[in-house]
């Protein structure tokens, strides 16, 4: 069976429950592979861990205009337009997305926020589909292709009529947020971004919260980019954001308190925990929503992180720069999962140096350790002190092992002293299996990140045990095995 058909299953079972069961309902199925295997892997696993970012951003029952007590599938078919058994994953595969990592080389602002989102798979429909929640009028949005520099990008624009532009306060933003259909975890990301905005632009200016206006910005405006990016995020199933430098620009910008530098105080003031830099660029870059929209949804300064790539969307500013394309640039994808192990907390490095021991004992102390459970032993060459050539013994343990492997080098070594230090790890998943060879079994040890093989070979003991039984070189016997590795197996069924 495959994706498909798993999901048209999925669908025929949960027709009838409640979506606000559905998120558990789908997570108990992604958490135990042995009974549902064909939710747990694959385009189905990534289509079903997109659902439950979206069922618990309440986005598509919102969406769907469905009432929390009707059947899920419902709220499916009046989102997608389709059944949810109906699926087709080359029409959704561009939604299974978790990481969103924002190149800001040219600052970061609302609509190019907005562009990127659009660009990243987010219909221009659901968008204004999701905005119509809202009560507020007096704007159209429009979506283009254009070229910044050579590339390709969305633009994005908001038109807000002349009357529907009165500088609002907080209280204003919120009574209209609080009166909207929105679903209460949008309304909370939405508020929290506002109350950010809202508090920075007091403080710079010297003036009681309560008492802030957005002027140049306007509420409509600020309400558009800032809700329609958090709708966005949870239509993609974007759960974690991760921000390049911001390039803020130079220069000075027009605001009704008349000529300010660039980046604006507010800017700053919101950019407070990122990394942000300027340029010769005499423009301003990075716009307050922008910076607001960051710090409100969380995200985190850093490189691209590890992720299996899905799309990379550009975001258009509304000006053409010079020397470089004025675009955003989101690179959207799912993690790669680099197992951190479960003794790897409290895990301890051993050490010790030797110079006056003899040699031979160092096979039987180092069995000795592993067999009293050290997770690794191994020896290191150094010069000691007036010349001497030495040895380090090393040895890797759990923190509940340290007394007893400590015992066994006092007791089994010429050292005086050891040194102790905790130390944390990061690991491949790993496999053991057995092919069979005319000569016998071998068994393979596998390592795997993020469900791709990364290494494979075969067990040394196994191989030594075959090579001293048939004669032959335990060279040709790991060609072998790894030949046998390679091999697929077949079912057993015709």
């Known amino acids: 069976m495959n994706d498909i058909p798993g999901l048209e299953i999925a669908g025929r079972c949960h027709r009838c429950i409640a979506g606000r069961h559905i998120a558990d309902s ?86 190019m926020l ?16 999701g905005l119509k929640l809202l009560p507020i009028k007096g704007y159209r949005i429009a979506s283009s292709s254009v070229r910044r520099s050579g590339v390709a990008a969305t633009k994005i624009d908001v038109k807000v009529d002349d009357a529907a532009r009165p500088a609002r306060t907080w209280k204003d933003v919120s009574r209209i947020v609080k009166k909207s259909m929105l679903p209460s975890p949008l309304k909370v990301k939405g508020l929290e971004i506002f109350r950010r905005l809202f508090e920075a632009e007091a403080k710079v200016h010297g003036v009681p919260f309560d008492q802030t206006h957005l002027h140049e910005l306007s509420a409509v405006d600020c309400i558009v980019d800032i809700f329609g990016t958090v709708i966005g995020f949870a239509y993609l199933g974007i759960e974690r954001i991760v921000v390049s430098p911001i390039n803020l620009g130079s220069g000075m910008v027009k605001t009704s308190h008349g000529l300010l530098p660039v980046p604006a105080p507010a800017t700053v003031e919101l950019l407070r925990d990122l990394s942000v830099y300027g340029s010769p660029i005499p423009h301003e870059l990075a716009t307050p929503t922008g910076a607001a929209i960051l710090t409100g949804l969380g995200a985190e300064s850093g490189c691209l992180p590890l992720m299996r790539a899905a799309c990379c969307a550009h975001g ?35 050490e010790t140096n030797i110079d006056d021991m003899n040699p031979q004992l160092y096979e039987d102390v180092m069995d000795k350790l592993l067999n009293a459970g050290a997770l690794d032993v191994w020896l290191e060459h150094l010069i000691m002190k007036k010349g001497r050539p030495g040895i380090k013994l090393n040895i890797l343990a759990s923190g509940s092992a340290v007394a007893a492997l400590a015992d066994i080098v006092f007791r089994h070594t010429s050292t005086i002293g050891i040194r102790y230090s905790p130390v944390r790890r990061l690991t491949l998943d790993r496999s053991v299996t057995a092919v069979r060879l005319p000569q016998g079994n071998v068994r393979i040890k596998s390592a795997s990140l993020g469900g791709m093989l990364m290494n494979q070979a075969p067990e040394y003991e196994d191989l030594k045990v075959l090579s001293q039984k048939t004669g032959q070189p335990i060279k040709r016997l790991a060609i072998a095995a790894m030949a046998a590795a390679a091999t697929p197996r077949r079912s057993g069924k015709s």
């Open 316 to 350: 258009a500013g509304h000006r053409d720069l010079e020397n470089q394309p004025n675009v955003l640039r989101m690179i959207t994808g799912e993690p790669i999962v680099v197992t951190e192990t479960s003794d790897s907390a409290d895990a301890v490095l051993i």
């Open 26 to 111: 789908i997570t108990l199925f992604l958490n135990n592979p042995p009974a549902f295997p064909h939710y747990c892997s694959g385009n189905a696993a990534a289509v079903l861990k997109v659902l439950v970012c979206r069922i618990n951003n309440g986005i598509d029952l919102a969406l769907g205009n469905v009432a929390e007590d009707k059947p899920y599938c419902l709220a499916i078919h009046d989102f997608f337009g389709y059944n949810f058994h109906d699926y087709h994953l080359h029409t959704i595969g561009y939604h299974c997305m978790k990481i969103a990592y924002l190149d800001c080389f040219s600052g970061i602002s609302g609509d």
């Open 114 to 129: 907005l562009g990127a989102l659009v660009s990243a798979g987010l219909p221009l429909a659901q968008l204004k589909k």
